[in-house]
């Protein structure tokens, strides 16, 4: 096992991060899967770009109270904005980590994860959402979609969000290294994360912690089983 301490597993430190030629931050065992996985999307015409790897929980604590303050968008399953300040308690969180993690409990925090999109199927103006809709059957970004589906697990990928389970909203988007996030995952726990929060704490910490446990089971061990 991948043995790893809390500051690694809820972004506080980039000491397990490498750079790989286009500048992205990934995982030091990550790096070299990504750069396959990429050149045979490459032969396939499809470019896959990052929009999104590594983040740190200052910068997912950035997102979370901006969503929680009403100062970033919060949608829901239908894409539809969230009147987010007309909610309060466990309800407010809910709606806010159907999309987004909390902070100290973010995949990307362990530079396992990306959020990927197709370079080649849109133009460099092309303004990207990371919504459903986009990698639907009508969507620009439906053939990256398909091909991930049937092919990251050759390079040791998967999707933890491919289905909505009842947590976190499908994500076909975003991608995750199993031989080293699982490892993490199974280091991760409630505790863990409480402990992380107590020490930094977020926007809405105290319904946080209040339901924190069931929040852990809804929301971050709760992913696609690998198949």
Not at 37 to 54: P, T
Not at 102 to 111: E, F, N, Q
Request: charged share 15%; aromatic share 12%; with cysteine.
């Amino acid at each position: 096992m991948i043995l790893c301490d809390e500051a690694v597993l809820t972004g506080l430190t980039e000491r397990h991060l490498v750079l790989n030629a286009q500048g992205v931050k990934l995982h030091a065992d990550v790096a070299e899967p990504f750069m396959a996985l990429c050149a045979a999307a490459r032969r396939d015409g499809i470019a896959i770009s990052v929009a999104s790897s590594f983040r740190s929980f200052e910068r997912q604590a950035y997102i979370w109270q901006a969503k929680f303050n009403g100062k970033k968008p919060v949608f829901d399953h239908d894409g539809q904005r969230v009147p987010i300040e007309q909610l309060a308690g466990r309800a407010k969180l809910e709606a806010i980590l159907l999309y987004s993690a909390l902070p100290g409990a973010s995949r990307h925090h362990w530079g396992t994860d990306l959020d990927l999109y197709d370079a080649a199927a849109v133009t460099e103006s092309y303004q990207l959402q990371l919504t459903g809709q986009e990698y639907g059957p009508t969507g620009p970004f439906y053939g990256l979609a398909t091909w991930l589906a049937q092919h990251a697990r050759q390079f040791g990928f998967f999707l933890p969000y491919q289905h909505y389970q009842g947590g976190v909203a499908a994500e076909p988007w975003h991608l995750s290294y199993q031989p080293v996030a699982a490892q993490y995952l199974a280091q991760f726990s409630p505790e863990l994360l409480r402990n992380c929060l107590i020490q930094h704490p977020i926007a809405g910490q105290s319904v946080v912690l209040q339901y924190l446990d069931s929040l852990y089971s809804r929301y971050i061990s709760n992913i696609c089983e690998v198949v």
